[in-house]
């Protein structure tokens, strides 16, 4: 009876333990490998002579994060620039930047040659959270520290992140040609594998004079990969055409608006390659829209009056096709 009682009293005990511990016992959850906020940031000045401002910062909450850029002294960014990043681009970013092993960093960087009108003397600090555990690193800069291999792969790994448009627009991020702008947005960032990609394009006419489109042969996407490598579309479904397309005239301050599937038709019967399809399997991906009038392969050209004449490329929208 001794023994019985001893262990009854042992089995409730661990019974205890099991359910006050939340059934550790029995499972435990992975912590995420992703922060649950982080701040990465350049801030200092540049030149040898007057100090310019710099600042490169990237700053995470969850799931949602932007980069931040601001060079007084560089001739190409003299506004700076922000711009949102997806989670998912933010999550490929994140392995590349934790392989180099930013805690180990030194605590001061020193160049090894006098400094010039890029150098920079200012400080890297990052700080982040994953699951409990909190980090922080600070290191101070003088002179070119990037001149460190790790160090200037961390500087370029955000650089990468910032737009680099040049005949961009403040809010899309859309070149202006010819007094013609596309911004092309989709859906919902993420789909599922099979689904139909949904991407929608409105065509501006920023201009002061009336402008005629056509799109059927003028159109093309391009698709690449969070690493800028270009993907190649497949064939495009082959279809009679024997109708001209009727031009879409534009007057100033006027839209259009179209659905922009992930193909285009190949007329049957023309030797040119015209048509072009894209299958995307599991993945992240960058997407934009370009008009072309014109067109390189110069099938289907039905010139209007007021024809629009030039080459456009629209803002780049990331999607991502679930696993």
């Not at 009876?1 to 409730?12: A, G, W």
């Not at 934790?98 to 001061?108: E, G, Q, T």
């Not at 090894?112 to 690193?137: A, M």
């Amino acid at each position: 009876m001794k023994t019985f009682t001893k262990y009854y009293f042992l089995i409730c005990f661990l019974n205890c333990f099991f359910l006050y511990s939340g059934g550790s016992f029995a499972r435990s959850e992975k912590p995420s490998e992703y922060p649950k906020e982080s701040k990465i940031i350049f801030n200092g000045h540049t030149g040898c002579i007057a100090p310019l401002q710099y600042t490169l910062s990237l700053v995470q909450k969850g799931g949602d994060a932007a980069i931040y850029f601001i060079d007084i002294g560089s001739v190409k960014f003299n506004k700076g620039a922000r711009r949102d990043i997806s989670f998912e681009e933010f999550k490929a970013f994140w392995h590349k930047f934790i392989a180099l092993d930013p805690m180990n960093l030194s605590d001061n960087y020193v160049a090894n040659r006098n400094p010039s009108t890029n150098s920079f003397l200012g400080t890297l600090e990052v700080e982040y959270t994953i699951g409990e555990n909190s980090y922080r690193k600070k290191a101070e800069i003088t002179g070119i520290g990037w001149e460190d291999e790790r160090m200037n792969k961390i500087h370029s790994l955000l650089l990468g992140l910032v737009s680099k448009s040049d005949d961009a627009t403040a809010s899309s991020g859309a070149q202006i040609q010819n007094g013609l702008k596309i911004v092309l947005t989709s859906a919902k960032e993420k789909f599922n594998v099979g689904e139909e990609v949904l991407l929608d394009s409105v065509f501006e006419n920023v201009g002061e004079k009336e402008i005629s489109l056509t799109f059927w042969w003028d159109r093309k996407l391009i698709v690449r990969d969070l690493e800028g490598n270009a993907i190649a579309p497949g064939k495009g479904p082959e279809l009679p055409c024997g109708i001209p397309e009727i031009p879409e005239v534009l007057l100033p301050g006027k839209t259009v608006s179209r659905q922009e599937p992930l193909a285009c038709t190949q007329p049957s019967g023309v030797s040119q390659s015209i048509g072009w399809s894209y299958d995307l399997g599991p993945g992240t991906y960058k997407i934009a829209l370009i008009l072309e009038s014109p067109p390189a392969h110069g099938y289907g050209v039905n010139r209007a009056k007021n024809a629009w004449n030039g080459k456009v490329i629209s803002n780049e929208v990331i999607i991502a096709i679930g696993e």
